[in-house]
């Protein structure tokens, strides 16, 4: 008698930590926004708008490629280094992988407003070495992403005339 598998859906920031937990070097960080997820994740999904906004090393994102949730991306830093991502954009959920970086996003509604999770990995030799020593930086940088992200966000309420959540603290 064949009994089909349970199955069981887990929020996407349940779904990047247990990712994580299975690359070598991953960090995680994650924060929190009061405003609706809706509005938190029709912005963080525009990736080629948003994320030269939110990521200060981030010149600009180009998505080549869109077939379904599938996309292929190239993205150049200020540094001039330039790297191509395989990404995976759904609700809540944004992974993508290059050559030599692993970077995660995820979102899930919460009372009062948004909880949000960020994943970044270097795929090199030595990778964990890395992390080790960029862990404080990058915990750092989506603090301040995150801040950036509450500021835009307040700001788009303000020009379009809405007050909702205009005042909140954060």
């Known amino acids: 008698m064949n009994q089909p598998w349970p199955t069981t859906d887990i ?37 080629e708008r948003e994320l030269p906004r939110l990521v200060p090393d981030l010149r ?6 869109r077939e379904g949730d599938r996309l292929e991306v190239v993205a150049r830093g200020h540094s001039g280094l330039r790297a191509r991502f395989d990404a995976v954009l759904r609700p809540g959920w944004c992974f993508m992988q290059s050559r030599f970086l692993i970077i995660g996003m995820a979102a899930a509604p919460a009372p009062g407003g948004t909880a949000l999770a960020t994943l970044a ?8 070495a ?7 930086l990058f ?3 989506v603090l ?3 801040a ?23």
């Open 130 to 136: 890395i992390a080790a020593l960029g862990a404080p």
């Open 148 to 170: 950036r992200l509450r500021r835009g966000l307040r700001e788009r309420a303000t020009c379009h005339g809405s007050t909702a959540d205009a005042g909140s603290p954060g």
């Open 144 to 146: 301040k992403a995150t």
């Open 60 to 65: 600009w994102l180009r998505i080549t490629h």
């Open 139 to 141: 915990h750092r940088g």
């Open 11 to 47: 929020d996407p920031i349940r779904r990047l930590r247990a990712l994580a937990a299975g690359i070598s070097g991953a960090v995680v960080a994650e924060g929190f926004v009061p405003e609706a997820y809706e509005e938190v994740w029709g912005r963080l999904s525009d990736l």
């Open 121 to 128: 990995a270097v795929r090199a030799p030595g990778c964990r």
